[in-house]
T-cell receptor, first 112, second 114 residues
């Protein structure tokens, strides 16, 4: 069964610190992997997208990595800000890319 | 937000009543989706549409029906709402961007069935 797992479930860090979120997947055939940020009460918004051949992608203070061999991805947030408080969702596309498998998300809280 | 509007944003309804949620898009996207989001679960696909009058079931379609009579509107109907359908519902569209299929989400509809 196609699945996406994320860890940790929740994370609390102080403003200015770095953190790394993890994603493991068993989706096949693999098309691409994305990370979304979801603020409370809003829909998810895309941060990065990576295909099989890409192993890192940055978007400002967000850097995603992909290891297609081990089927793992990480999202690293540098110099966290209060506005980074949100849920971060790992999403893997199956097949031709129209079928999305969502992870449960990691809830990040950044404290002052 | 790719021109996606969901309505209503919040609704409380009684068990057994029918409920219809609306998703409206302004950019002529072919693919539209309805997801539900529950604590501890990733977004789960209810139904999707690949064109006017073309729809298919997703992972959790039982108890839901959809209709797409116009490109811009995708309706989700709970024929007889149950408490297990209390959830946050998201509409999404997908489009090709830079060789990838990108998904954009609406703001969500929080539905409470009492």
């Amino acid at each position: 069964k196609n699945q996406v797992e994320q860890s940790p479930q929740s994370l609390i860090i102080l403003e200015g610190k770095n953190c790394t979120l993890q994603c493991n997947y068993t989706v096949s055939p693999f098309s691409n992997l994305r990370w979304y940020k979801q603020d409370t009460g809003r829909g998810p918004v895309s941060l990065t997208i990576m295909t099989f051949s890409e192993n890192t992608k940055s978007n400002g203070r967000y850097t995603a990595t992909l290891d297609a061999d081990t089927k793992q991805s990480s999202l690293h947030i540098t110099a966290s800000q209060l506005s980074d408080s949100a849920s971060y969702i790992c999403v893997v596309s199956e097949g031709y890319g129209q079928n999305f498998v969502f992870g449960p998300g990691t809830r990040l809280s950044v404290l002052p | 937000d790719a021109g996606i509007t969901q309505s209503p944003r919040h609704k409380v309804t009684e068990t057994g009543t029918p409920v219809t949620l609306r998703c409206h898009q302004t950019e002529n996207h072919r693919y539209m989706y309805w997801y539900r989001q529950d604590p501890g679960h990733g977004l789960r696909l209810i139904h999707y549409s690949y064109g006017v009058k073309d729809t298919d079931k997703g992972e959790v379609s039982d108890g839901y029906s959809v209709s797409r009579s116009k490109t811009e509107d995708f309706l989700l109907t709970l024929e007889s709402a149950t408490s297990s359908q209390t959830s946050v519902y998201f509409c999404a569209i997908s489009e090709e961007q830079g060789g990838h299929t990108e998904a954009f989400f609406g703001q969500g509809t929080r539905l409470t069935v009492v």
